[in-house]
């Protein structure tokens, strides 16, 4: 009878970041074994990274090592790992004081973000214009998934000046230009937000589904959404919809003011004037031919 082959026995070549031994076989088979283990493991780096930056926030930006990892839910030795290497390539930044806050070049390559990037170029001469004529704030976003994202924002002398942050998200059904948008969202979508819970700011925020509904379709009415006082007591905001070159719904902007100072009709009219000149700086075949103003050209 002839001897049984011999099986090749795998040899330890080295660990992941996770200290899970990546064994090297050295049949084929073995091989594509420890392709898939390295593939897992670069996986499992690379998701722990992103919920490294992901702990910071408004009220989180500064952490030091002990709360990332355990606001990562990522180990601590892993953690320091991690965080060595974004800090070389400049994601992260130490302080003084030995915490770690966001780096430039995150900031830098978020400016390359062609959706708010393109959007916001067109549209910050025109804001420009409308914060000098009213001498509030300013905000310009975009929708991501079920939330609204600032990406510009021009402060009013009397705005809060940490909120919202550029970069930051609310609940779109609590704001004007997340009304909006929302109002211009797949069906689908508008029709989970509608199914609740709707989160509460303030006594004035939409929780009934059937009053929010009806906003929205207001919204697509009268083609601007007000949000009074959902999120501040003391702020009323108008937003109309920024169309795109596909005449898709592709931004929105809103002029926010202080509840008593509020007048509908001619807020409503500088936001709306405003949004259709972004329009057809964008190219949106329906804001072609309108006669709007141009922005004023402002030198440096």
């Not at 809060?160 to 930051?168: F, L, M, Q």
């Not at 000149?277 to 804001?287: D, E, F």
């Amino acid at each position: 009878m002839a001897p049984a082959p011999v099986r090749p026995f795998p040899r330890l070549v080295g660990q992941g970041h996770d200290g899970a031994a990546v064994l090297l076989a050295i049949s084929s088979t073995g091989e594509r074994q420890v392709k898939a283990v390295v593939s897992t493991v670069r996986r499992s780096v690379l998701e722990r990274a992103l919920r490294i930056l992901d702990t910071f926030g408004a009220e989180a930006e500064s952490l030091n090592l002990s709360e990332l990892s355990r606001r990562a839910d990522v180990p601590l030795s892993t953690t320091f790992r991690i965080v060595s290497e974004l800090t070389r390539w400049g994601a992260l930044e130490r302080t003084e004081d030995g915490s770690y806050r966001i780096g430039l070049k995150l900031w830098e390559v978020a400016c390359l973000a062609p959706r708010a990037a393109g959007v916001r170029r067109v549209a910050l001469p025109f804001m420009q214009d409308l914060y000098e004529t009213t001498h509030q704030s300013v905000h310009l976003a975009v929708r991501e998934g079920d939330q609204v994202v600032f990406v510009e924002r021009l402060i009013g002398h009397d705005a809060v000046p940490s909120r919202p942050r550029v970069g930051g998200r609310y609940a779109l059904h609590a704001t004007a230009v997340g009304l909006v948008l929302l109002a211009h969202a797949p069906v689908e979508l508008q029709e989970n937000i509608l199914a609740g819970p709707l989160r509460s700011f303030t006594p004035y925020t939409y929780r009934e589904p059937a009053r929010l509904r009806q906003a929205l379709a207001d919204v697509r009415r009268t083609g601007f959404a007000v949000s009074d006082r959902q999120i501040n007591t003391d702020l009323l905001s108008v937003a109309a919809a920024i169309h795109g070159p596909d005449d898709q719904v592709a931004a929105a902007l809103s002029l926010v003011v202080p509840y008593r100072e509020a007048h509908f009709p001619l807020l409503s009219q500088l936001v709306r004037t405003t949004t259709r000149g972004i329009a057809r700086a964008l190219g949106a075949p329906s804001a072609r031919g309108s006669s709007l103003p141009q922005p004023v050209s402002r030198a440096g």
